[in-house]
C-alpha cells in the first residue's frame, strides 16, 4: 500500500552519476553514486535502490551541495547586460552494497 507521503523510487533516484570517480568507487570498493530528490532521507534511498536493482543495501552516505552563484553576461541591443543565477541545488546518495552484489548501470537494471 502506497500512502501519499511515500514517494515511487523514480522520485527519489533521479540519475545515476558516472564519473572517473564513481567508476572507480563502483569496480573497486562496490560503491554507486545517484543524485537523490532533496527530501528523501537515506532509508527510502536504501529501499528505493533495493527494489529497483534487487540488490542488497550495506550503507547509505548522503550530501547536499548548494548550487553556486553565477555571473553572465548578455548582449542586448549593443550593450552588454551583467545578471547572475544560481545553480540549482543537487543531493547525492553514496551506496554501498554487499559483497556479491552488483549494478550494471551501463547496461540497464538487473
Do not use: C
Not at 542488497?56 to 552563484?69: E, P, W
Not at 549593443?78 to 553514496?94: D, N, Q, Y
Not at 554501498?96 to 540497464?108: F, H
Amino acid at each position: 500500500m502506497v500512502t501519499s507521503y511515500m514517494k515511487v523510487n523514480s522520485e527519489i533516484l533521479i540519475r545515476p552519476i558516472m564519473s572517473e570517480k564513481s567508476n572507480r568507487l563502483a569496480s573497486d570498493v562496490n560503491k554507486y553514486v545517484f543524485e537523490v530528490a532533496l527530501n528523501t532521507n537515506k532509508i527510502n534511498i536504501a529501499k528505493a535502490v533495493e527494489d529497483r536493482f534487487k540488490v542488497k543495501v550495506k550503507k547509505v552516505s548522503t550530501l547536499r551541495q548548494r548550487g553556486k552563484l553565477k555571473n553572465t553576461s548578455i548582449k542586448s541591443g549593443g550593450r552588454v547586460i551583467r545578471t547572475s543565477g544560481h545553480r540549482k541545488e543537487t543531493k547525492k546518495a553514496i551506496v554501498t552494497l554487499v559483497s556479491g552484489n552488483k549494478i550494471d548501470l551501463v547496461g540497464g537494471e538487473v
